[in-house]
């Protein structure tokens, strides 16, 4: 009975063991390092998605004011086309 009762609690153990989560690092070091952008470009979170801007892109008139916070405005390029461009603020 004894021994039914050892073999039990060390099969519970081994199964408490096998189940639970590692242990987590106490800092977390992040996953992937902040986009780059080459020469020339401007780092920047536009409506919560990494971009490189450069004068002369397309954009979208809705961010305009995301975009001001880099140097850029998103104004009308084309009269009659409803296209629009940055520029440099």
Known sequence: ???AVVLLAT???AAAAATSSPAQP????PSAAAKSCSAG???AVIAGSEKCLRAGQF????YDSQYRRYGYRCTHYYANVARYRLTRA
């Open 11 to 13: 099969a519970l153990a």
């Open 59 to 62: 954009c979208t008139h809705a």
């Open 1 to 3: 009975m004894r021994r």
């Open 26 to 29: 106490l800092v977390s070091l």
């Open 41 to 43: 470009f401007r780092h």
